[in-house]
């Protein structure tokens, strides 16, 4: 009887640690994925493919998608992320400055950026407001939709385009921020993210759109009809994305990063309209090269811009929004 007694407790064990040994491995291959709004169909795309290589193999995924800094601040709160993908580099910077992401992230040839766009107009069939150029949407009658710089990274990599459009055709500061002040008492509606903007505008909200290049190319794929111009002006979008400090599987998520830069990965985000940062990757795309585009270094980098222009207290753009109410 102890015999029987002994085998039966030596085989639960080897039960319990195969089924330990089990929902390791499960835990091993889940991610957890949140990231800013616009590129949901593009990860439709990647993860399936991600989950045909090596590193993927039998990797499960979670996703959250939403407004940029609504994004961070979730993570912030506890949101499970194992790989955050925002829309700008601040929101990734608040994550660091709380210890959910390594300050080494953009360490790489990539700096931390995985796609590139351009800000653009989204315009009515037509154009029949002739909008080519930033003058004209501060024109009489003219309404503009552009997301909230309060929570969508869209709305300032928007809102930059503006401010840097009119220093790249000779204006200085006082003159570009006046330009701001105009273009506020023309905006008609903030949305919370710039998929919502986009929603906005496809209701029928407005004349003209302040999206990313990416978002309009979405649009047209899924027959919404959405014409665009892109400005002789305008900056150049850089899309970051990150493990974090606290992921419980980080040899995967690191796996997917490395995925995510692999010219297949960065033609599936070409497919979906984004500008590759694998130059090999653009090879077959239609990507205009504009005149006057510049980066938000030019302007400063995000570090200096942040602070200056959407402090929620002191900043440029948040007297703006109080000064015309918007």
Known sequence: MPRRILALSVLAAIALALVAGASARTNSGSISLVAYSTPRAAYAD??????????????????????????????????????????????????????????????DKFNGIVTR?????????????????????????????????????????????AYGAQLRKGKNHTQAVAYLRNLYRHIVSQDKSAREALQTFLAGRGDVMLAYENEAIFANQNNQEVPYVIPKATIRIENPIAVTTHSQNKTTANAFLRYLRTVPAQRIFAQNGYRPVVPAAAKGFSFPVRPQLFSIKWLGGWAKVDKRFFDPNTGIVTRIQRETGN
């Open 117 to 161: 766009s351009v800000v653009v107009f989204a315009v009515r069939r037509g154009n029949p407001k002739k909008i080519r150029d930033w003058a004209d949407l501060v024109k009489p009658g003219v309404q503009v939709v552009t997301p909230n710089v309060q929570t969508s990274g869209g709305a300032k990599w928007n809102i930059m385009a």
């Open 46 to 107: 990647l993860i399936p493919a991600f989950q045909k290589t090596a590193g993927g193999k039998d990797t499960s995924f979670s996703q959250s998608y939403g407004a940029s800094g609504e994004q961070a601040r979730a993570v912030e709160a506890g949101l499970k992320a194992d790989v955050v993908a925002l829309s700008l580099e601040p929101d990734v910077t608040a994550l660091v400055n709380k210890g959910l992401v390594p300050r080494t992230w953009k360490n």
